[in-house]
């Protein structure tokens, strides 16, 4: 059990560029989370994954944001044109079921 | 929906003392209720959790916590502070529905003096 990993672990992008990010869960979780964290704030659910299908969707994410799954495995999370606002701790966690959550270093974004 | 509150965002106690993190939920349907440590920089590690088992939980490092329905509460506690408990720990309520997604409180920074 290797836990769950996430790249990058540190993102710096100019306003207006697109990003991506991955995260590879713990083998054979088939749930998979997206969070958004602020400085001083708690980690903000954006989108959830039971293998392969998005099923919820939280409407911080914007048409800007799109995350995948495609194989039921790892995933991405894309955001297009970047805006100041999205500079953020983005993290991913998974899970065997809805219990427990096992959560990734994060990918620190900053946007210039 | 379900929400949490974390009263006080920074507790500070001396090295050796009683640890006390409070945390409130609100929630229509029975929660699973979770405690995370935050260490600079990095993700989020789980500490405890209560699944409706035993009202007592007992965590990582010493850590413990107790459901309390009629106060609705989850507060976190340990007999004794070591310098390596510093952090920012989070609060944590997810209700039994399919996607068994987590709501969070504000967190609390947690500073222990020598």
């Known amino acids: 059990d290797t836990g769950v990993s996430q790249n990058p672990r540190h993102k710096i992008t100019k306003r207006g560029q697109n990003v991506t990010f991955r995260c590879d869960p713990i083998?054979?979780?088939?749930?998979l989370y997206w969070y958004r964290q602020t400085l001083g704030q708690g980690p903000e659910f954006l989108t959830y994954?039971?293998?392969?299908?998005?099923?919820?969707k939280s409407r911080l994410l914007s048409d800007r944001f799109s995350a995948e799954r495609p194989k039921g495995s790892f995933s991405t999370l894309e955001i297009q044109r970047t805006e100041q606002g999205d500079s953020a701790m983005y993290l991913c966690?998974?899970?065997?079921?809805?219990?427990?959550?096992?959560f990734g270093p994060g990918t620190r974004l900053l946007v210039l | 929906a379900q929400s949490v509150t974390q009263l006080g965002s920074h507790v500070s106690v001396s090295e050796g003392a009683l640890v006390l993190l409070r945390c409130n939920y609100s929630?229509?349907?029975?929660?699973?209720l979770f405690w995370y440590v935050q260490y600079p920089n990095q993700g989020l590690q789980l500490l405890l959790k209560?699944?409706?088992?035993?009202?007592l939980v007992k965590g990582i490092n010493g850590f413990e916590a107790e459901f309390k329905k009629s106060e609705t509460s989850f507060h976190l506690t340990k007999p004794s502070a070591h310098m390596s408990d510093a952090a920012e720990y989070f609060c944590?309520?997810?209700?039994?529905?399919?996607?068994?997604?987590?709501?969070f409180g504000d967190g609390t920074t947690l500073t222990v003096k020598p």
């Open positions: 209560y699944t409706s088992a035993a009202t």
């Open positions: 994954f039971q293998n392969e299908a998005q099923l919820e």
């Open positions: 083998s054979e979780h088939n749930r």
């Open positions: 944590a309520v997810t209700v039994n529905t399919n996607a068994g997604k987590s709501t």
């Open positions: 966690a998974s899970s065997a079921h809805k219990e427990t959550q096992y």
């Open positions: 929630s229509s349907v029975p929660p699973y």
